[in-house]
């Protein structure tokens, strides 16, 4: 069976570009202890170790949601990549701000779990931009239709763990890279 794929409704206003220039991320150390915060797009071009989330959404078919981010965005825009990933502004909570980037970005509202943490540092090839977080990855359920906002993503669909692999291996550079890190390093249903 194929998976099908969803376009997000509506043309991108650009909202996001505006966003990201006025959002502030919590800056951290090697074990994730507050050092600061700066804007997010000056994190994003020095390479400053900083604060993010991902979250993963399994359906009741054990299929992951992933959403192709819209092509437009800042870093890595037009890769498949893990339902939703975000930043804590400086004094959110983490889990608060999972839940509230899930809401914004597709339209869901669930429980989420803590599944594990992990640091990565990637260079989006097109923009320059470097992603240097200490991630903290969520996972919740979820079975209905997401509602994308179009200014963040372009296209969603869900996907066996399986499936997921073999389109990794036969075409790995449309995938970002902290998806493909959660893919290698977390034991997803097969």
Request: overall charge positive.
């Amino acid at each position: 069976m194929k998976a099908r794929l969803v376009a997000a409704p509506g043309a991108p206003a650009r909202v996001s570009v505006r966003r990201d220039e006025a959002e502030f991320v919590t800056l951290v150390d090697a074990r994730d202890r507050v050092t600061g915060s700066c804007g997010k797009l000056d994190a994003h071009r020095s390479g400053r170790l900083h604060r993010a989330f991902s979250i993963v959404i399994l359906n009741q078919q054990d299929e992951l949601l992933l959403q192709r981010r819209a092509g437009h965005k800042y870093h890595f825009g037009g890769y498949w990549s893990n339902a939703c990933c975000g930043h804590p502004r400086p004094g959110e909570s983490k889990s608060a701000a999972a839940r509230r980037r899930l809401n914004e970005e597709l339209g869901i509202d669930v429980a989420l779990e803590k599944r594990t943490e992990l640091r990565y540092r990637a260079s989006d090839p097109v923009s320059g931009l470097i992603e240097h977080e200490y991630l903290h990855v969520y996972s919740g359920s979820f079975s209905g239709e997401p509602r994308p906002d179009p200014d963040e993503v372009d296209a969603w669909r869900w996907m066996s763990g399986a499936r997921i692999r073999r389109a990794m291996d036969r075409h790995p550079d449309s995938f970002t890279p902290w998806f493909r890190l959660l893919i290698e390093r977390i034991s997803w249903p097969h």
